[in-house]
């Protein structure tokens, strides 16, 4: 049963994509007709688009406020390279210190659970002391 959902799931998905091909080739065709009826006005809205970025490029090179714009992304680019840099040394650190904080904790218990085995034993030596009448 599951080989037979796959299947038709499958044909589906090819029966949709066919249909999308379908809707592409018709609106190429439709395109293809036009240029080939009128090629000389694709020709000239390409010269046109062409001669329009050339303004823009021209006109962006020339202009101060564009050079001033992108020296300010460059700084701007640079100081967030070293704002990456310092924050990576930072966690860098902030790890080891956390370690570190760890180590000194788990210390901290050791010696914690010490004094209370050696205030015992100094009351144990105390009670055998008074036991023993002195």
Do not use: C
């Amino acid at each position: 049963m599951d080989i037979i959902k796959i299947l038709q799931r499958e044909i589906h998905d090819l029966k949709v994509k066919w249909g999308e091909m379908k809707e592409e080739n018709v609106a190429l065709q439709g395109f293809k007709k036009m240029v080939m009826e009128k090629p000389q006005d694709f020709q000239d809205m390409k010269v046109r688009a062409e001669e329009a970025e050339e303004a823009l490029a021209n006109a962006l090179a020339g202009d101060y406020r564009q050079k001033e714009a992108d020296e300010l992304m460059m700084k701007k680019l640079e100081r967030i390279q070293d704002l990456e840099s310092v924050n990576e040394t930072h966690k860098k650190f902030n790890g080891e210190l956390q370690n570190r904080l760890t180590e000194l904790e788990q210390e901290n218990i050791e010696l914690h659970a010490d004094n209370k085995k050696l205030a015992r034993q100094v009351e144990d030596q105390l009670d055998r002391v008074r036991k023993a009448g002195l």
